[in-house]
């Protein structure tokens, strides 16, 4: 298996069997970012689109300041973004789901599949920038540092927008309980 750095440069030069060796390493990951950050499945794939057709046509532009999965993380995170910002303008969907959770499975199946969603849509609800930061840290397990160089913003900013980002979700999920 080559390391990134060389897939980088083939990629960079146009191979593009590199360049998918590059994305099939993070792909799910990013897929799981860009669903956390709009909401939406559909939303979530188109910004994984847009995040590859970028990543492809900015790859030769690429300088190696940081490290190609925290340049990924950055394109994908500002694709999910503005697709969730694009979809606040947009009616939402009610999904059944959410509203009556399945009740048979083993004890507890209902109420931990009913915990999730409920965590879900309190996390559409979010502000993206908050919701950015919180699902790098929480769901894709980035370290401080990484979300402020992910998101080119201080590292004090990463932790304030996740304390809040948590604060806000702790309040949503008590209202959803009342």
Known sequence: MEDETTLVTRGAAGDQAAFAELVTRHRSMIHAVCLRITGEPQAAADALQETLIRAWRGLPKFRGDARFSTWLYRIAVNAAVAEAQRG??????????ELTPPTSGAPGHADAIADRLAVQAALRRLPPQYRAAIVLRECADHSYEEIAEILQIPLNTVKSRISRARQALVALLRGADA
């Open 88 to 97: 606040a303008d947009r009616p939402q969907p009610v999904d059944p789901f």
